[in-house]
Nanobody, 126 residues
Framework: QVQLVESGGGSVQAGDSLRLSCAAS????????MGWFRQAPGKEREFLGT????????VYADSVKGRFTISRDNAQNTVYLQMNSLRPEDTAVYYC???????????????????WGQGTQVTVSS
């Protein structure tokens, strides 16, 4: 079965950096756009960005553009989220997700993704 496993979360200070990883198995990774989302307590799941199947023309939410970078290694079936200049408001559970096919407008929303990881907690203190 398909599994997405995030890792790399933790507790950091404001201004620090973290890199999250998401290892995929049970699917043909290069057929899927990979998205990153986050969810803070009491809030809806928020789109952060998505990377197309072959890694070009990545799209980011305005809230993280310039601070977060998504990359992927299709040989390792892994997608990454590099987070720099972290802020307390970045505190959330972070999820990766896999959505089959091209990067269309649905991939900017949760509905564009069929498979989800279990999430990893990121806590940023001031």
């Amino acid at each position: 079965q398909v599994q997405l496993v995030e890792s790399g979360g933790g507790s950091v200070q404001a201004g620090d950096s973290l890199r999250l990883s998401c290892a995929a198995s049970g699917l043909t990774f290069s057929n899927y756009a990979m998205g990153w989302f986050r969810q803070a307590p009491g809030k809806e799941r928020e789109f952060l960005g998505t990377i197309p199947r072959h890694g070009t023309n990545t799209v980011y939410a305005d809230s993280v553009k310039g601070r977060f970078t998504i990359s992927r290694d299709n040989a390792q079936n892994t997608v990454y989220l590099q987070m720099n200049s972290l802020r307390p408001e970045d505190t959330a559970v972070y999820y990766c997700a896999a959505g089959f096919g091209i990067l269309d407008t649905d991939k900017l929303k949760t509905k564009g993704y069929s498979y989800w990881g279990q999430g990893t907690q990121v806590t940023v203190s001031s």
